[in-house]
């Protein structure tokens, strides 16, 4: 990757206080309501290595989480199993011996890496032509306790103007009614029914807001799909219920999955709550966060087909958005969507 702009900021306040103490702080690694309508995300959850790989001679032996902190001892190196373009990561840790490598790259050469050493965080914004997966690496000898990583895309652009349904295409012969608010939102009632954007898209970040006027209601996001064709592509699917008390027994998959591929691990989304859904998708590999919780991490190794919906489709397609049935009664707003540069 070629980086043309790397900024980076070591955080050095919170030396004084100790590591315990910063995971007893209200929150714990998760993130702010501001924070996630501003867009970021958690690359580690508090609880597992998921949406991670690890390189390590024994993978069981070098990391491992408890109590909302990552430990790595060396020699490991973490990547994610998604990619970004341009955005800021913040990495907050506690570092010994000569610290940790931290950043945006592929292997310990990359350029756009920074070192977290002691107590405190390292916070990297990539501006690049490329895009690379975010990396932590700490050498032999040394040990990173990791305690938030997280991700803000940057470069996103509005799909969706909050006044008109421009750049949008409402699909004849459905019955779902799409219309804009006063507050600014796009609404979507009744069903069965399909809008698609104008432009079409491959590789992206997409991030949008949702809300579900009714109990369990049913909708997704399709992308990659057929233009003027109802329902194709991908659809990553919005329906908050779950089985009785537990949040990761999802109903129909839930909200954040890959529809009919893989389910999401937990329903983080109420109903009749604003929620914030990022959306990424790279070559034949496609993830979903949740108010900044990652619920799936799927990788589409079908035989290629014209639609997602049967096989592995690289080409780009557009986005819509279903009217599912007559209960739809669902809002969108802040919809914009970055793409992804080739690899």
Excluded: C
Excluded at 276 to 295: E, L, M, P, R, S
Aim: no cysteine; aromatic share 8%; glycine share 14%.
């Amino acid at each position: 990757m070629q980086s043309r702009l790397i900024a980076l900021t070591v955080g050095l306040a919170l030396a004084l206080s100790s590591f315990g103490s910063l995971m007893a702080q209200e929150g714990g690694s998760g993130l702010s309501r501001e924070q996630i309508e501003q867009g970021w995300i958690r690359l580690f959850d508090g609880e597992s290595t998921f949406g991670w790989t690890v390189e390590a001679e024994d993978r069981e032996e070098a990391v491992s989480v408890a109590e909302g902190v990552m430990t790595i001892v060396g020699p490991a190196t973490l990547r994610t199993t998604t990619e970004f373009g341009d955005a800021t990561l913040r990495v907050e840790g506690e570092a010994d011996g000569s610290g940790a490598l931290v950043g945006f790259g592929r292997d310990e050469g990359a350029s756009g890496l920074g070192r977290l050493s002691g107590l405190g965080s390292v916070e990297i914004t990539m501006r690049s032509n490329g895009r690379s997966p975010a990396l932590i690496s700490v050498d032999g000898g040394n040990t990173l306790r990791v305690r938030r990583v997280e991700l803000l895309p940057e470069g996103m652009t509005p799909i969706f103007n909050g006044k008109d349904l421009s750049g949008w295409n409402v699909l004849e012969g459905g019955e779902s009614v799409y219309s804009v608010t006063a507050e600014g939102s796009l609404h979507v009632q009744n069903g069965r029914g399909d809008i698609q954007t104008e432009g079409q898209y491959d590789d992206f970040i997409l991030q949008l807001d949702v809300f579900s006027n009714g109990e369990h209601l049913n909708s997704g996001i399709f992308f990659r799909a057929i233009p003027g064709q109802f329902w194709s592509g991908y659809e990553s699917q919005i329906r908050n219920e779950y089985e009785g008390d537990d949040r990761t027994k999802p109903v129909d998959y839930g909200t954040g999955a890959i529809y009919r591929r893989q389910a999401a691990r937990r329903i983080v989304a109420d109903d009749f709550e604003w929620f914030t859904k990022t959306i990424v998708a790279h070559d034949n590999h496609f993830a979903v966060w949740v108010d900044g919780y990652q619920v799936t991490d799927w990788t589409d190794d079908r035989p290629a087909a014209d639609n997602g919906r049967n096989g592995y489709k690289a080409a780009p397609g557009v986005i819509s958005i279903q009217g599912h049935d007559p209960t739809t009664d669902l809002s969108f707003r802040n919809i914009r969507i970055a793409e992804l540069p080739g690899d």
